[in-house]
């Protein structure tokens, strides 16, 4: 059964950094895209970052230049460095990963890792 997992979440202070971790697992033939959604309390899930299999990467505006999205593919990880956190940050952030499987092409989210940033 596939899945992926997330690790890394907690409470910094603004101006501090954490480091997302999410792992798949399973019997997996290859991963394509993965990313990083957030959301915050009263609003949608939006797009915080993705990375393809090739490395291309794509920022939201709001942590262009903050934020760092990176995967090891021989571990199916993908990663988040998040740096000069602002309260506004604050958010359950959910991996996704578009896994090719025994099941065929599918799309995978986490559970979320809660992130707050007190100011």
């Known amino acids: 059964q596939v899945q992926v997992v997330e690790s890394g979440g907690g409470l910094v202070q603004a101006g501090g950094s954490l480091r997302l971790s999410c792992a798949a697992s399973?019997?997996?033939?290859?991963?394509?895209?993965m990313g990083w959604y957030r959301q915050a309390p009263g609003n949608q899930r939006e797009v915080v970052a993705t990375i393809t299999s090739g490395g291309t990467t794509n920022y939201t505006d709001s942590v262009q230049d903050r934020f760092t999205i990176s995967r090891d593919n021989a571990k199916k990880t993908v990663y988040l460095q998040m740096n000069s956190l602002k309260p506004e940050d604050t958010a359950v952030y959910y991996c996704?990963?578009?896994?090719?499987?025994?099941?065929?092409?599918?799309?995978?989210w986490g559970q979320g890792t809660q992130v707050t940033i007190s100011s």
């Open positions: 399973g019997i997996i033939f290859s991963i394509n895209t």
């Open positions: 996704n990963a578009d896994i090719i499987s025994v099941r065929g092409r599918n799309d995978y």
